[in-house]
């Protein structure tokens, strides 16, 4: 019998742990303090109150959006208890301006609309029930913690991606508890921006993905990866790069299985049922708009300079890995160099080492390696693009920002905890514990510096349950409820069987047995 007698419950207490953490950073960050929050917490409403989806060059923020901005002092510092009116004074949306539109253009419509249609939906039913008298703040609170909803499984889909992928329970655990060490990714997920769901959606395609490595060739399993595909290509731009991940997916595997006329039929499948789910929205934008992406010109000065090219490498790779592991809020709160420098470190080590010669018995090949983290490879080619054709037209740096590796998070967690387990050899039922106490260290770097940036100097902590849109008994039972989960976890994951296979078909090979 496994010494884990439940490991689904280990992998529940995860989750709730990873949910309580987004929870409880939902209080901590003041409103709008995320990026592109305000944009995007404008769009959810207006979708909550007319369920009309406006071109991507029609909408001007609320006026009521607009004057909640000067409520909440947006991107000062050193808050303090007389910046803000009490708790119950804060006032509804409604109560602070009429909803015309401002002088402020709203962006947001360059996205599609499935995340606004799923917020404006809840925030309708919420409405339904006297949640249109809610204060402003609290409102935002709300959508916030509807997108950690979405964000909240991925602890479970990293560990069921694991044990697809033939790894322990040890290492499932350890990737399920890989995403709490992200503490920009716990930001994201507590905050009102249409990455969580993305970021969900991703996670599942992975699964799937995972699933068809190992022989899975099943209609079920291509009719669902094509519905996930969907969703997410109606979520946000960087889904694009999926359809090119399942392409890839399904060709090396009809060539390495020898029939590749079954792979052909699975991914004519998955197509078909990915432009129903979504992807006619791209198509719609060819017709409508003549290309394939719309979005507002920035407002930026013209290059008075020659690019210097090496200056904006170095650059770019210091601001997106700093920016992965940690720059919060609107940029202004960053962990501490060393931390990134040690996880960076350990994290690219282990990318590499499983690209290059995984370590013999390790359950994921050197093919399948490349295969899971395609995708991200593309994204992050993308950002460099982007980046450097601004910094080139414009002369300012900008768009480099770690979190658009997200979408990724649950395969690369599930690689690394594979071969963190296999390189501890026999000391491998520490590595999980390692993982949590990891996040444990890098949470309270981001708290410290998240408490001291807005609400010092003078009493921090006093002013933060002042300043939180619920009431101070929330933050303080979600501590509790964190600390209770965290020894839970911890003593949990400390007990998987190095034995336990996950049941899977045999898999399709994409390299050598040599490779792992």
């Known amino acids: 019998m496994s010494k884990t007698r439940h490991p689904g419950r280990i992998v529940g207490v995860l989750v709730a742990l990873g949910f309580v953490l987004m929870a409880l950073s939902a209080t901590l960050f003041p409103t709008y303090r995320a990026p592109d929050e305000p944009e995007h917490v404008d769009l959810a409403i207006r979708m909550s109150r007319t369920w009309d989806y406006p071109a991507y060059d029609e909408m001007s923020l609320s006026e009521q959006t607009d004057v909640s901005l000067d409520r909440v002092h947006f991107m000062e510092r050193n808050l303090s208890p007389d910046d803000i009116a009490p708790r119950g004074q804060r006032g509804s949306f409604a109560d602070l301006a009429p909803d015309v539109p401002s002088d402020r253009p709203n962006r947001m419509p360059q996205h599609p609309p499935l995340y606004y249609a799923v917020l404006g939906s809840l925030l309708r039913i919420v409405n339904a029930f ?21 964000v909240a499984p991925l602890p479970a889909l990293a560990y069921a991606t694991v044990r697809r992928l033939g790894g322990t329970e040890r290492a499932g655990f350890a ?42 060739d099943s209609h079920r399993t291509a009719i669902a990866i094509g519905v996930v595909l969907g969703l997410a290509l109606l979520t946000k731009g960087f889904a694009l790069v999926f359809p090119i991940w399942v392409v890839l997916l399904y060709f090396v595997v009809g060539k390495r299985s020898g029939e590749p006329e079954i792979a052909v039929t699975r991914l004519a499948e998955a197509a078909l049922a990915a432009f129903v789910a979504g992807g006619w929205w791209w198509v719609r934008n060819l017709i409508v708009l003549g290309r394939l992406q719309s979005s507002l010109p920035a407002h930026a000065s013209e290059a008075t300079g020659a690019p210097q090219p090496i200056w904006w490498a170095e650059r770019f790779i210091v601001w997106f890995v700093e920016s992965f592991w940690g720059w919060l809020g609107w940029l202004e709160v960053k962990l501490p160099i060393p931390l990134i420098a040690v996880a960076t470190l350990v994290l690219a080590v282990t990318l590499a080492i499983g690209l290059i010669h995984p370590p013999a018995g390790n359950p994921i090949t050197r093919g399948e390696h490349w295969i899971l983290l395609t995708p991200g490879a593309i994204i992050l080619g993308i950002v460099i693009n982007r980046a450097y054709s ?5 002369g300012v ?16 967690a599930a690689i690394a905890a594979t071969l963190w387990v296999t390189l501890a050899g026999s000391r491998s039922r520490a590595v999980p ?28 902590m006093s002013t933060w349950l002042y300043w939180a849109p619920v009431p101070s008994a929330v933050p303080i039972t979600l501590f509790v409820l964190i600390a209770l989960l965290y020894v839970v976890a911890l003593f949990g994951v400390s007990r998987g069987d190095p034995r336990s296979k996950a049941t899977t078909q045999p898999r399709v090979m994409l390299g050598n047995e040599a490779d792992g």
Do not use: C
């Open 433 to 460: 514990a390692v993982v949590l106490l990891a996040a444990a260290i890098m949470l309270e770097a981001a708290f410290v510096g998240i408490v001291s940036t807005y609400y010092g100097p003078a009493d921090p």
């Open 390 to 394: 601004a910094y080139v037209n414009t």
């Open 175 to 216: 990737a399920a508890a890989f995403p709490l060490m992200v503490p920009q990714l716990i930001h994201i997920g507590s905050s009102v921006n249409n990455d969580g769901l993305l970021i969900l959606l991703a996670a599942v395609l992975t699964l799937f993905v995972a699933k068809v490595l190992r022989g899975d």
């Open 130 to 150: 006297g949640g249109a008298a809610l204060p402003y703040d609290m409102t935002v609170w709300i959508l916030r913690i509807f997108t950690a909803v979405m």
């Open 397 to 412: 740096t900008a768009g480099i920002q770690g979190r658009y590796l997200f979408p990724m998070i649950a395969a690369i």
